[in-house]
């Protein structure tokens, strides 16, 4: 059984620096595609970053590019998202997934695998 758990969230204030990560399990990770995904209060959920299987081919959403960094560690089944000079409206849950998608894809339905969230405050 396929698990994805998330964890590095925090409330930290604009400027600031976080980095999640993503733990998996129960499915052969260095396989698959991952992304991160994130939701605001009274919003769906969107595109934040998505890496192929071996780490290339690294592809963001306009509001984080230049900021946010996703990269993965096959040896250790971990995903993670390095976000810097963080923003108020980075607040957010934030999702990791996992796609058999053997292409770039921004689209949560093409996501197999799905964590449970971690929150992100930013306070201004």
């Known amino acids: 059984q396929a698990q994805l758990v998330e964890s590095g969230g925090g409330l930290v204030q604009a400027g600031d620096s976080l980095r999640l990560s993503c733990a998996a399990s129960?499915?052969?990770?260095?396989?698959?595609?991952m992304g991160w995904f994130r939701q605001a209060p009274g919003k769906e959920r969107e595109f934040v970053a998505t890496?192929?299987?071996?780490?290339?081919?690294?592809y963001y959403a306009a509001s984080v590019k230049g900021r946010f960094a996703i990269s993965r560690d096959n040896a250790k089944n971990t995903l993670y998202l390095q976000m810097n000079s963080l923003k108020p409206e980075d607040t957010a849950v934030y999702y990791c997934?996992?796609?058999?998608?053997?292409?770039?894809?921004?689209?949560?339905?093409?996501?197999?695998?799905w964590g449970q969230g971690t929150q992100v405050t930013v306070s201004s």
């Open positions: 997934a996992a796609s058999r998608a053997y292409g770039t894809t921004s689209s949560s339905r093409d996501y197999n695998y």
């Open positions: 890496i192929s299987w071996n780490g290339g081919g690294p």
């Open positions: 129960g499915y052969t990770f260095s396989t698959y595609r």
